[in-house]
């Protein structure tokens, strides 16, 4: 699932705060963060600054999926 302006919005509602005070925590200007989402130029380093801030982390998790062989 990429993450996007979205994702992180239903973050902050979860945790019950604004996309501002988000910037703050993360010591991050508000409008540079969304300007950021507006031009898609949000960095992996930016996303672990923006969920530290608020105790969550970023994960890379590899998918295990199955392959059935078909027999001939």
Request: net charge positive; charged share 35%; proline share 1%.
């Amino acid at each position: 699932m990429p993450i996007t302006k979205e994702t992180i919005k239903a973050i902050c509602h979860a945790e019950h705060i604004t996309m501002k005070e988000l910037a703050g925590k993360a010591d991050m200007n508000y409008n540079g963060l969304l300007d950021k989402f507006r031009r898609k130029s949000m960095t992996v380093k930016d996303l672990e600054r923006l969920l530290s801030a608020i105790g969550y982390s970023l994960q890379i998790i590899k998918n295990e999926c199955s392959i059935e062989k078909k027999e001939k």
